[in-house]
T-cell receptor, first 114, second 113 residues
Framework: EAAVTQSPRNKVAVTGGKVTLSCNQT?????MYWYRQDTGHGLRLIHY???????EKGDIPDGYKASRPSQENFSLILELATPSQTSVYFC?????????????FGPGTRLTVL | GDSVTQTEGPVTLSEGTSLTVNCSYE??????LFWYVQYPGEGPQLLFK?????EKGSNRGFEATYNKEATSFHLQKASVQESDSAVYYC????????????FGDGTVLTVKP
């Protein structure tokens, strides 16, 4: 069954530390996305990718990097984590740029930065 | 710029009552409209989508009409159930070149038995 998985599901990090959130999809979708979810802000796009080797900035990219080493995997990297990055992070995949294309979401990673 | 605004929550209803969650948008483009639902501990999942103006989407008793003139896409259900308790997101795709979605802030719905 096609799916988007994320690891870890929960993470506690210290301020200034490096955090890597991983996402894997078996949908064979070209596009992948990273969002953060905060109360009162809904889902906001951080980075996205059109395929292996590509990364694009979303609406709130500051303080985050992304890496797409393969079709299946997309990582979100916090080089110097800060408490303001405490949030729930969702990865999604989509089958392209067609107008009808929906996105399929993973279960989320809850990140707490102390 | 392009934007989405939806009903602020939380919304609390009794089983069997009707639901309306408002969603309005601003754009000079012709977006595809989506409603997503998120149950506790899960990621959002598609409820339904409507790519064309003046068409209706529906699923699980929920429905919404793409009203291009009013730039609205309100979610409705005639009779809610306790199992409908979730967060509902209106989302729009403004730019078909990127596949990006713009989400509203979400509406938390609690249905009491």
């Amino acid at each position: 069954e096609a799916a988007v998985t994320q690891s870890p599901r929960n993470k506690v990090a210290v301020t200034g530390g490096k955090v890597t959130l991983s996402c894997n999809q078996t949908n064979n979708h070209n596009n992948m996305y990273w969002y953060r979810q905060d109360t009162g802000h809904g889902l906001r796009l951080i980075h996205y990718s059109y395929g292996a080797g590509s990364t694009e900035k979303g609406d709130i990219p500051d303080g985050y990097k992304a890496s797409r080493p393969s079709q299946e995997n997309f990582s979100l990297i916090l080089e110097l984590a800060t408490p303001s990055q405490t949030s729930v992070y969702f990865c999604a995949s989509g089958d392209g740029t067609g107008g009808n294309a929906e996105q399929f979401f993973g279960p989320g990673t809850r990140l707490t930065v102390l | 710029g392009d934007s989405v605004t939806q009903t602020e929550g939380p919304v609390t209803l009794s089983e069997g009552t009707s639901l309306t969650v408002n969603c309005s948008y601003e754009t000079k483009q012709y977006p595809t409209l989506f409603w997503y639902v998120q149950y506790p501990g899960e990621g959002p999942q598609l409820l339904f989508k409507v790519p064309k103006a003046n068409e209706k989407g529906s699923n699980r008793g929920f429905e919404a009409t793409y009203n291009k003139e009013a730039t609205s896409f309100h979610l409705q259900k005639a009779s809610v159930q306790e199992s409908d308790s979730a967060v509902y997101y209106c989302a729009l795709r403004f730019n078909t070149n990127t596949g990006k979605l713009t989400f509203g802030d979400g509406t938390v719905l609690t249905v009491k038995p």
